[in-house]
């Protein structure tokens, strides 16, 4: 597991909260998602947890524009967004770690409060980094299918790619998928494979 490093150099001490801010999140782009690293997919070809953040906030857009007129896209949208800020200080956490899902969430929660503190108006933040963790809305739940089906659509650009040994990243999407109109996505990707 890749933890992050803050140091001076990405974000000044006397910084404004606000641009502070900013220093933080442009972690995300120097954090690797993990599990690619550790089936093989190269460091400089791997995707950024702010890589994979963006796709899921503007696919999640998008196929709830089309396919779920009853959610709040711009919601699903928000969500996404925030759905791994934690990370900012947690790191990518696998399963590979052995870290428990109570354990994960508190690392997170933790990193959250610390890049939040000091903002003025960051409860839209937090809220929404904490209505994904919950999972008890209709709009969290979306995300977290549309969070899987990027890994999926991922793992597949890495085949073209020429990666091999990726089959797991597959078949842990294909067993966690809730929603019938993600699902159907994720079929007709698989059946171009």
Not at 26 to 39: C, F, I, K, V, Y
Not at 62 to 82: G, T
Not at 88 to 96: A, E, H, L
Request: proline content about 3%.
């Amino acid at each position: 597991m890749i933890t992050n490093e803050h140091t001076s150099k990405y974000k000044p001490d006397d910084v404004n909260p606000t641009i502070g801010f900013f220093y933080d999140m442009a972690q995300l782009m120097n954090t690797p998602r993990q599990g690619w690293l550790d089936h093989g997919v190269s460091e400089q070809d791997c995707e950024s947890v702010a890589d994979h953040s963006y796709k899921v906030a503007t696919l999640g857009f998008m196929i709830a524009e089309r396919h779920r007129q009853d959610l709040d896209s711009f919601r699903v949208m928000r969500l996404a967004l925030f759905h791994d800020i934690g990370e900012i200080y947690s790191g990518d956490i696998t399963p590979r770690d052995g870290v428990s899902a109570e354990e994960k969430s508190r690392r997170e929660l933790e990193g959250v409060e610390k890049i939040l503190s000091g903002i003025q108006n960051s409860e839209i933040i937090m809220e929404s980094w904490q209505e994904y963790e919950n999972q008890v809305t209709p709009e969290a739940i979306f995300v977290k299918d549309i969070d899987r089906l990027e890994m999926a659509l991922q793992a597949r650009l890495y085949e073209q790619r020429g990666y091999e040994n990726l089959g797991a990243f597959f078949k842990y999407v294909y067993d966690r998928l809730e929603l019938p109109e993600v699902r159907n996505l994720y079929d007709q990707m698989m059946a171009g494979r």
